[in-house]
């Protein structure tokens, strides 16, 4: 059970600290990701050479690699960041993104869980089935099915890997494999801006930073996300100023907006 | 000859079926057109690997290659996927960015359309002209001849190829080669925003998925295009800005919209 | 000393003439880049694949590069690029994103610097200092030092490399190694929003494209983003209306605008 407190805390620390995230994402939302870990108080950081990303991920706080545009020489780049990270005690979160879509997909899934051990694995309920090897079939990105059917995959992927497993959706549930935390702040209409949930692991990425309790850091990760969300949506007229309002509304949250929104 | 009521049945049927689109598009518009395909319905996926872009083609309602960025890996993998595409009937919209402007470009369209026969290539009027061998010099990728000019080159094109041949500009024009739609919603400001005509595209893309008359579903996408950009520029003080409320308004694009802006 | 008459005659001129700027630079700025072109005026062309760049450049009226997501193969393209540019007399701005985070990246800046011999090259205090052989630790790509720290560095960096030398920050200063330009106007939320030292360098490409005197094209560009960027504030609630207000007011700057606003 998630305390405000908690939660109120590990943001402050973000925005002293602006710990450096270091993301391997994809191309359709480096920028979205970008300003929403600049919004939160981090500081982003987008580097995929070979030549150059273990050192990066070395003197990064966390690394967030995201699936969504991959290809082979930008894997190879993952593993070795990831590696380098898990070496190094940096918590990695992994994004992944279409999992299940093709096999191709599924098999670097795979690949990165098992040579990377991420800390957090976070997807939509169709990317948990699939990697937790339910006879789902993704449709491309987005999810076809609910946050609550992959509810017990989702345990089953953190008891198999280790990994606190976030399901993105109408409630989003944060799971160690035993316990189990939901967040159902949010709106619907987030899932209309493209890379929302790639934002979303960034901003899980950066609750990892600065607090080793990863269930708890993705769960508040989460709940800044939905309610962040959950304000914006309510000024916004389409997809279009949601991307926007909700930047300007995670720059600006705080303790207050926090209290009158939050949904325990 | 247009009818409004075809018109408003194609945007309900992309909201009712929300069609996977695959795209294989630039950096630049990547985010814009993912956020205007889910703004107007669809699904969009953007994949390029060559590990995975059969399968993801074999698996989308249609595929939008568009070279606004293009390196010889990449081409591959548009080959590739255009070709899965046209073993599978699944229509193949083409965005011939910058045609024209290096040689390099010349033979990348020329060995698409020759390879993938897209059932609809889309380009401003300086793109069609340079691909139907007319002397034109494109500067860039802006287009310096009025859409105008493009229409009989426009046709030639569709002659030779068999495609569809949109000419994006104050005035559109699309054809077969013979009959020609026309569609003059829209505003010149659009041009100021980047990745318009990369979203024109997608959403050609889009009503290709869900009619397969080709001439009629490329005039329907580009009077959406129009119509919500003309309603966009309205309320915009800028490029910035319209870039913003052309979402937002193809978010919530109606028949009462429609009806009460086209100019047929 | 900065006129203000010239600063406005230079808007003007891009504003005619439209130049086409040649860019290849990151993906997180892409988007950002190419709108704030075409919002002032210019013409942006986004290319990196070795089959063209050189072709490109040749009929760029400035390059920009920019070394944000850099790898190997850009790279290359980079240095055939500014080469293709520096033989032709086209000016070449250089932004060496995280120099210094990695050696990699410090490698490649002195690759480029030695081989492209920039005209100009702008980056924030923490990148400047490190290209200038100092003692200094980039974080990320963010800067840890103020602006005034890297005054002696640029100008060190001036006069080894022959290049005009922007350092950005709170005040932002120009220098061609003796004479130094200093711009007040800005704010300091503008680092919040990703990318916007990028778009700084494409603006500087864009005002090199129509002035030859470096020193003063540079120190142009910077007025229109400072004070762009300080007018777009005001109404900003947060980095992403800042992000979209920033382009509008570019959109519209003037000559009444820039008297008003500029702060000598």
Redesign the interface.
């Known amino acids: 059970m998630i305390r405000i407190e908690n939660l109120v805390r590990d943001l402050n620390l973000v925005r002293e600290r602006s710990p450096?995230i270091?993301n391997i994402t994809?191309?359709?939302?480096?920028?979205?990701s970008?300003?929403a870990l600049?919004?939160v108080g981090a500081?982003?950081?987008?580097?995929?050479?070979?030549?150059?990303v273990a050192?990066?991920a070395g003197?990064?706080s966390s690394l967030v690699i995201n699936i969504?545009?991959?290809?082979?020489?930008w894997v190879k780049a993952m593993l070795i960041a990831g590696k380098t990270a898990l070496d190094r005690h940096i918590p990695v979160v992994f994004d992944p993104v279409?999992a299940g879509?093709?096999?191709?997909?599924s098999r670097v899934c795979m690949q990165i869980i098992e040579e990377c051990r991420p800390s957090v694995i976070r997807g939509n309920a169709s990317e948990i089935i699939a990697l937790s090897n339910a006879n789902a079939r993704t449709?491309?990105?987005?999810s076809t099915n609910s946050s609550e059917a992959a509810l017990n995959p989702a345990k089953a992927l953190a008891n198999e890997t280790g990994a606190i497993v976030v399901v993105s959706g109408e409630t989003d549930y944060i799971t160690d494999g035993i316990a189990v935390e939901t967040v159902k702040n949010g709106n619907p209409m987030m899932a209309?801006?493209?890379?929302m949930g790639c934002t979303a692991s960034a901003i899980v990425g950066t609750f990892t930073a600065i607090n080793p309790n990863f269930l708890e850091a993705a769960t508040h990760a989460m709940f800044i996300m939905g309610i962040a969300g959950e304000i914006a949506t309510r000024t916004?007229?389409?997809?279009?100023?949601l991307?926007?309002?909700?930047?300007?509304?995670?720059?600006?949250i705080d303790e207050d907006a926090i209290r009158q929104n939050i949904r325990l």
Do not use: C, W
């Open positions: 450096l270091h994809n191309y359709v939302a480096m920028n979205n970008a300003n600049l919004a500081s982003p950081v987008m580097a995929h050479s070979l030549d150059e050192e990066m003197i990064a969504g545009t991959l290809e082979a020489e279409g879509a093709t096999s191709y997909r449709k491309g990105v987005d209309r801006v493209t890379g916004s007229k389409g997809n279009g100023s991307q926007i309002n909700f930047l300007d509304t995670l720059f600006n």
